[in-house]
């Protein structure tokens, strides 16, 4: 079997999806952190000056997506055909456009405060469209899983964007000026948390695991 | 053989990776392009409500990296192993961070051009650094390809990022405070004009011809 080193801060960040697929697969690894104070020393080890890297075999691999999908052919999550790993690949890019105007809310958090909801209320309109059209082409694939008939790391990077979104957007997750958007979301989280195997998950070595059991208390009964 | 129709707006954008794939493999297409005032009526059909998709025998892809890769699968395109695969996979998302600045950069021209020379300084610092980065990463691999031994789409993007450089922002080609990352960016676009068969690609249908007419001009002889 190979040996997988995931080299990466002391944060969930862009390594947390390659955690999730090793947590959710059980292959071993080593889930190796370092500190920020130490990035000059670790940037200049990286293979493009980035983290986080996967080192297989000792041989490193960059950039956090790339790795992500590596791991999911690894751990047979990438679909049953070409045509189902493209819409997982699809999917994954999609969520990653969402992510962007989540990191601006997390900065205006930290940076302004006061500005937050101004802030939120920026987004919340284009992520609801979003949210519905990725609801609408998952929902063309059949509807129970992200992609086809069984979970990808499409369903496993859905469900860590609806985690950072709860707990660092919290005002974007109540989407009151999108119900019909909350409700899928929900419906997601609720259908991930319950079908798919992430209590085992949650059991594991990924970081997502406190914050969750956070948010497990948010949704509603 | 599966019958394959892109649909984008009538530009290069973020369909021109996957042209240049149709084009390189000679894989006959549809290369359906539409104007901007019908974006609406297309938006509608599209299945993630953005453009480019790809028509796959009917069944409609998203997402335009998505889209490249699988093409990229059919014609071939993804190195020998997944090892290579995830390696082409990191050369194209690094490229497509290379690409930010750019955007802003065709924005300032356009809007704002007395401030084009500052902007492109703020970038080039930066930039520079990430192609030698880049550069490193390839000549690790062998160094003749972006990956392995044979040519594969990252090679084809790493062109295409090349070519959108010298025509967006010569500024930041000219790279008068970064010369070593100028000799590697005229040594990749020579390279892969002389040897991986483009000047093919060229007299086919993909947009960038006339363009790479003018940026060969502007080659140092």
Redesign the interface.
């Given at each position: 079997m190979s040996k997988y080193k995931l080299v990466y801060f002391n944060a969930r960040g862009w390594a947390e999806l390659s955690r999730l697929i090793f947590a959710y697969s059980g292959i071993p690894y080593e889930d190796f952190r370092f500190e920020r104070e130490d990035w000059p020393t670790y940037k200049a080890e990286s293979?493009?000056?980035?983290a986080p890297w996967l080192e297989?075999n000792g041989?490193k691999?960059?950039?956090s997506?790339?790795?992500a999908?590596?791991l999911a052919?690894?751990a047979n999550l990438t679909g049953v055909n070409?045509?189902e790993?493209?819409?997982c690949?699809?999917i994954v890019?999609?969520i990653m456009d969402l992510i962007e105007p989540l990191k601006v809310i997390v900065k205006v958090k930290q940076e302004n405060p006061e500005a937050l909801e101004d802030e939120c209320k920026k987004h919340i309109g284009k992520l609801s469209?979003?949210i519905l059209?990725?609801e609408k082409?998952i929902a063309?694939n059949g509807g129970e899983y992200a992609v086809g008939n069984q979970i990808t790391w499409a369903d496993l990077f859905l469900f860590n964007f609806i985690h950072d979104l709860m707990v660092h957007a919290p005002q974007l997750y109540d989407f009151s000026l999108a119900p019909t958007a909350k409700k899928i979301l929900i419906g997601w989280q609720t259908y991930l948390l319950s079908r798919i195997g992430l209590q085992n998950v949650l059991s594991l070595k990924c970081s997502i695991k406190l914050s969750i059991m956070h948010s497990k208390l948010s949704l509603p009964m």
């Open positions: 293979p493009l000056g980035q297989v041989q691999l960059p950039q997506k790339a790795v999908r590596y052919k690894v070409d045509i790993a493209a819409k690949d699809a890019d999609f469209e979003q059209s990725l082409f063309g």
